[in-house]
Nanobody, 126 residues
Framework: QVQLVESGGGLVQAGGSLRLSCAASGRAFSNYVMGWFRQAPGKEREFVAAISWSGANTVYADSVKGRFTISRDNAKNTLYLQMNNLKPEDTAVYCC???????????????????WGQGTQVTVSS
């Protein structure tokens, strides 16, 4: 199993930045594809970004391309999400997740992820 704990959320004004972290423990972090998802009140959980085991490959939702950057440090067992130019519609609970899927085409699907963190709240004011 993998245990995941997010941090770094908070309240920020539109146009501002935040960096989320996801600390992993348990099985080897580097064995997993890692993803970020978010869920706004009254909405379905949606894919944000994913990164391959080595960090060489990344996938982003269209809504965050050019503004968000996913990265990982396997030596520190930590996943990151740098969020720039934040918009009020980015307000949500952000969760990190771990997947064993080897198919990048599937990384945006929630069911590909076996382990999830509890989430961290991001609120963007206008």
């Amino acid at each position: 199993q993998v245990q995941l704990v997010e941090s770094g959320g908070g309240l920020v004004q539109a146009g501002g930045s935040l960096r989320l972290s996801c600390a992993a423990s348990g099985r080897a972090f580097s064995n997993y594809v890692m993803g970020w998802f978010r869920q706004a009140p009254g909405k379905e959980r949606e894919f944000v970004a994913a990164i391959s085991w080595s960090g060489a490959n990344t996938v982003y939702a269209d809504s965050v391309k050019g503004r968000f950057t996913i990265s990982r440090d396997n030596a520190k067992n930590t996943l990151y999400l740098q969020m720039n130019n934040l918009k009020p519609e980015d307000t949500a609970v952000y969760c990190c997740a771990a997947s064993s899927s080897g198919h990048a085409s599937r990384w945006s699907y929630r069911y590909e992820y076996a382990y999830w963190g509890q989430g961290t709240q991001v609120t963007v004011s206008s």
